[in-house]
């Protein structure tokens, strides 16, 4: 990921989850949804990936909003949409859901050096409520900590 156009990111993903590994997929899309998204317009709040009953990987409920010049060839915008990965990368994300505890979490979708969408999936556990005001304290005393540095510098 070294030179890449960032897209959309999911904000609650390292909020509500730990991500334990990170994934690149390609993302299987029609031509209305990449013009859609090279306009920056993505939601990916409320989206989370899964495995098919073939044992293969699709992400769920990430809005691409419609393409306006599109008209009738448009897309439908909360479509589930097929995620490629290599074999062994599924074969390991099976592993590990079905040992429980674990979910697939969309972090962001960008496009790459290429010119091609991809989105990075983490694997993640839950955080449990102390967790999550754990990270707010760590978040407040960050922001706290370079404000203090700015004013000595000033």
């Known amino acids: 990921m070294a030179d890449y156009k960032e897209v959309g990111y999911n904000r609650k993903a390292n909020f509500d989850y730990e991500i334990l590994e990170k994934f690149e997929a390609g993302v299987v899309l029609r031509g209305s949804e990449v013009k859609s998204l090279r306009t920056h317009k993505v939601n ?45 990368q ?4 099976i592993g590990q859901l079905k040992k429980g505890g674990y979910t697939l979490v969309p972090i962001s979708i960008y496009f790459n050096e290429k010119g091609f969408v991809k989105l990075s999936i983490g694997l993640g556990k839950g ?19 370079s404000r203090i540095l700015k004013s000595r510098n000033q």
């Open 90 to 93: 599924i074969q390991k994300l």
């Open 127 to 145: 955080k449990k409520n102390v967790d999550k005001r754990q990270t707010i304290k760590e978040r407040e005393w960050n922001r706290e900590k």
């Open 44 to 88: 990916m709040t409320d989206s989370y990936a899964g495995l098919s009953k073939n044992n293969e990987v699709f992400i769920y409920q990430m809005h691409i909003p419609e393409y306006s010049l599109a008209n009738r060839m448009n897309h439908e915008p909360k479509r589930s949409r097929k995620l490629l990965l290599r074999k062994k």
